[in-house]
């Protein structure tokens, strides 16, 4: 069934404005926080409850569909026929543990694998950038227009940060030759920088729930998304995604495979 994506940005954002709601009452308390994979990788109390009730959302309004939540995995649906869900219920987590800020909610909205909408919640400030193929992006309710095509030297990139401290990829190479290196800890502030033409583009290590909702809302923006080796993302696995407008996306591929040297058009010998 065929969804209508400007009636399922509006729900969306209404789930998003009662679960914030949530989470800053749950702010009040001490959390709850454990680890997952490492030290690093947190878990909280705040996290499972949203992911709960926005599950409990979906399920109420579209029972049919298919969800892949961040936060337990009892839910999850691997295959993506139909309506599927993608849910990351507290995008930075160590940001929420240890400033309350830089945070975000990210739900990303696919049919049989292609984008119908994407919504990213900055907590804090109380603002949603959404949008989709079919409908255009907004961010606090304000149309984002598309981005201008730079070159990555004109414009600032998002990292990863053991990512770039190890120069895995040349990623750290990559970041040099940009006009300077950010890092947020949140996948969906990243994507939010992008969306505004504040950054160039975004290189990480990527969960499919990471990723879902900001490739949603900009590729029609005119940002190009792929794996290291210019592979389509697959939203079936994690693995490193290279988010950025054309110019910058190619440069930074280069980079990747020519072990860190930007590589430079030779003139045309027209004799």
């Given amino acids: 069934m065929t969804q209508d994506p400007e009636m399922l940005r509006q729900t969306i954002i209404s789930w998003f404005a009662a679960s914030r709601k949530q989470i800053l009452t749950a702010m009040a308390a001490p959390l709850d926080v454990a ?3 490492n030290r690093n990788d947190l878990v909280t109390n705040v996290d499972k409850a949203n992911q709960q009730f926005l599950i409990g959302k979906i399920r109420e309004a579209y029972p049919e569909a298919g969800i892949i939540g961040e936060e337990g995995h009892e839910h ?10 993608f849910v990351d219920p507290i995008d930075g987590t160590m940001n929420f543990v240890k400033q309350q800020a830089h945070f975000a909610i990210m739900i990303g909205v696919y049919q049989d694998g292609e984008p119908v909408v994407g919504a990213i919640m900055d907590v804090m400030r109380n603002e949603v950038l959404s949008g989709g193929p079919m409908i255009p992006v907004t961010h606090a309710g304000q149309q984002v227009k598309v981005l201008p095509d730079l070159p990555l030297k004109d ?37 939010i920088e992008i969306a505004l033409g504040r950054q160039i583009g975004y290189v990480s290590y990527l969960q499919p729930w990471d990723v879902a909702a900001g490739m949603a809302i900009t590729k029609g923006l005119g940002v190009v998304f792929s794996r290291e080796d210019g592979a389509p993302i697959n939203l079936q696995q994690p693995g490193v995604v290279v988010a950025a407008t054309p110019k910058a996306h190619q440069t930074i591929l ?15 010998d027209k004799s």
């Fill in 35 to 37: 680890t997952k994979s």
């Fill in 254 to 268: 280069t980079m990747m495979a020519d072990g860190g040297k930007e590589a430079y058009a030779k003139p045309i």
């Fill in 155 to 191: 414009g600032l990139l998002g990292v990863n940060g053991p990512m770039t401290i190890k120069n895995r990829l040349h990623l750290g190479d990559i970041a040099l030759t940009s006009s300077g290196a950010r890092m947020s800890g949140s996948a969906g502030m990243e994507f």
């Fill in 76 to 85: 999850d649906d691997t295959d993506l026929a139909g309506l599927v869900f």
